[in-house]
Structures are given as C-alpha cells and as structure tokens.
C-alpha cells in the first residue's frame, strides 16, 4: 500500500501549478520555434511574438496568458494507494494561495450574482480509479476563450462517418479564432454526453507526438487535421499557418440510439502540468 503525504503532494502540486502557468509546453515550444525558421517577413514577426511571449513568462514569472482561467485537475487514483488528508480541501487551498501570492486574476464568479469567490476556486476536479499504486494528477488551466469554443452534440445515429466529420469540421469554422489559434483538440465521439466531455478535455493533455489512438481513431484524426487546415483561419485569423498543431480523437461504445459529441479545444498556450508521486 502506498502512502501519499500531505507535504509531498503540496510542494508536488505547487509546482505543477507553477509550471502550467508560467511555462509552456515543450512540445509546443519545439513547434513553434522550428516553424519560425521556416517562415519569412510578416508570418514570421507573428510567431516572433509567440515565442518573445513564453520567454518573457518563463524570465519574468509572468503568466503566459492574461486569462489565467479556472483550475481542473484529473486524478487517477490505484486501488493500492491511500490518502490520509482531504484533497479537494487541500488542493483547494493551494489553488487559493498560488494565485493571491503570484497576483493572478481570480475569475470565478456566481453565474447569476456575479459575486467573485475571490479565491479561484471550486477547483474542478476529476477522479479515475485504476489498478495498482498508481497516484498521477493532471492540471490543465482553462480561460474563457479556448472554454466558451467546447461544443457538445448529442447527434442522429443514423449519420455515416463522413456526415460526422463534417459536423466536427463545422464547428471548428464556427470557432474560427475566437480561442486564439493555432489549436491543440480534442474530440470524443460516443459514450455518454458527460463522459465525452470528460474524455475530449483529457485529450490536450498528450503531447504533439504522443498517439494513444487506435487505427480507425488516427485515420479520423488526420483527416480531420487536413480538412481544418484547409480553413481560412489560420494562426490568430490571419490565414497562415495551421489552425490546428494536432487534433486527437477518442471513439467509446454509445448506445445504439444516440451519438454523442464532444469538442475541446486548447489554444496555442495550453495549459497544463502533471506529476507523479
């Protein structure tokens, strides 16, 4: 049976938080920096500033983007291990604390008071129970732009898979750059409405060159990938560059009278961290 420790998951967590808000994913640095090489004139200013901006926050400890969001965080949590403290609490309380002493913008409110929590929180928080003593927590930092451009769809199971990807692709030009392009997505088709959801957000957690996709799922995902690029959208609107960086697909049984679809996307800073204990 594994222990896991107050004090080692606080300085744990901490840390995370500290990394997905101030430092942007390697992969995506890796992107963006090779992609400026091969640009010219005014394409490559614009990615210029993409990468001025995660070095100023990394150098300054500034945030990496202005909306510093709302918290989620994914447990995966083994039958094997035990926690002997309360950690939406805790992980509550760190959040509270992260933010008041490095001057984040708070950006929880009542939905229809409007009353700031001034805290940050609820964190929102998700739990998976596996095998083992495995203890793993990812933290993705959402804003309102990339949040507001999730689209769920609860589709006509009749549609064929040609009928879907269009749909998908639909929605993706209705986004347009409203979520500050270019993106990281993911989709789940099936499963229930809730658990679509769930699995398309856990989707921007891979890197560009991680696959936990199956045959059919990365022969969707590229063509899907093509198609959007092939929008008018481009980095930040501006009809250049890709739109999307990589597009990750989840298919789950459904029932045989429905379809459900859900639509995450992760603008050009996603962030996130993770950690182990």
Known sequence: MKEIFKEVFNQKFYTALNEAHFFLREDIKSYLIKLSKNLANKEKDIVSIYIENFKLAEDEKRAICQDTGYVQVFVELGRDVHIGFNIKETIEEIVKDFYEKNFLRKSLTNPITKKNTETNTPVFIDYEIVEGEVFKVDILIKGGGSENATRTKLLLPTLTKDQLEEVIIEEIKSIGAKACPPYIIGVCIGGNLEKAIFYSKKLLLYKIDENPMDSLEMEISNRLKKKINELPIGFQG????????????????????TLPLAISVGCNVVRQSSFTI
């Open 238 to 257: 501006l009809k250049f560059g890709e739109t999307v960086i990589d597009l990750k697909l989840k298919i789950l049984p459904s029932h045989i009278a």
